[in-house]
Structure formats: C-alpha cells, structure tokens
C-alpha cells in the first residue's frame, strides 16, 4: 500500500489542491448567498425560493463532494511515506486544527441552509458577513503553514 501512495503521490496531491479550492470557493460563497437571502428575500418570495434552488446547489452538487475530496487525498497524503514526520513536523498540527474548523464551519453552513429551507432563519446578515471571515483566517493559516512550515 505504501508503495502506490508514493507513485501516484503527485496525482492525489493535485486532486487534494483541487479539491480544496473547490471547497473553500463553496466555504467563500455560501456565507454571502446567505447575506443577500437574508436581507433582500423575505420568506414565501420568488427570490426567496431561488436563493434555496442555489444554495442547495451549491452545498449539495459542489461543497460536499469537494469536502470529501479534501479529506480524503489530504489523508492520502498524510499516510504517504516521507511526507509527515508526526514527531518534528508540528506545522502540521495547526493546519490539520484549521481543517477541522472548516469542517465545523461547513456543517454550521449545511444547518444554516436547512433553517432557510424551512423559512425560519434567525441569523442577521451581519452575523453572515462576520462568519465569513472563518474561512479566509483559516486559509491564511493553512497555507501558511504548509509553504513556510514555521514549526
């Protein structure tokens, strides 16, 4: 098994990075669909029931898959040989704590877009618009620590 995740080590690093930016494109976007259903659809509009039909859309046919994909190439890459060295490499620790903050932020999103659904959103654009900031922290962080590797 080691020695097919070293050969094809190349390839599913390419399709985590894909992956990933896949993600945090739905991670950026979602939270500002949210803002303007919000603040500009009131329950029971015709523009209400399209920002549903988008942000299911966009959660369900490209945010979770992309989800999956993260995680399942990233762990891919965590079990090839000569990639992590769990005991010295302590850069990985912070990237893989903002990983699992996006994964919490996904699913917050995922909650979110149910309340929507359901026309019983309680949550103010703003508190959207402050949210969205989860993502571009937690990208600064890990693409910090995966190109410097400061620790």
């Known amino acids: ?15 985590h990075i894909v ?7 739905g991670l950026f976007y979602l939270p500002r669909l949210f803002v303007y259903h919000a603040e500009k659809a009131p329950p029971g509009t ?5 920002f549903k039909v988008m942000e299911r859309r966009l959660l369900r ?17 965590l079990l090839t040989p000569g990639i ?16 699992g903050l996006l994964t919490w932020f996904h699913h917050w ?4 877009r149910k309340d929507f659904k359901a026309d ?18 937690s990208l600064l962080l890990i693409v910090t620590m995966v190109v410097v590797r400061p620790f």
């Open 61 to 77: 046919a490209i945010m979770n898959p992309a989800m999956f994909g993260t995680w399942i190439f990233g762990g891919m890459l």
């Open 109 to 112: 999103l995922g909650r979110r």
């Open 120 to 137: 019983r959103n309680l949550v103010s654009g703003r508190h959207y618009r402050m949210m969205n900031e989860i993502p571009t922290l």
């Open 84 to 99: 992590i060295d769990w005991r010295h490499d302590f850069w990985i620790y912070p990237k893989l704590s903002a990983v």
């Open 46 to 50: 015709e523009t209400s029931e399209l």
């Open 19 to 25: 992956s990933m930016v896949a993600w945090m494109a």
């Open 1 to 15: 098994m080691r020695e097919i995740l070293s050969a094809v080590y190349p390839w599913t690093k390419v399709l």
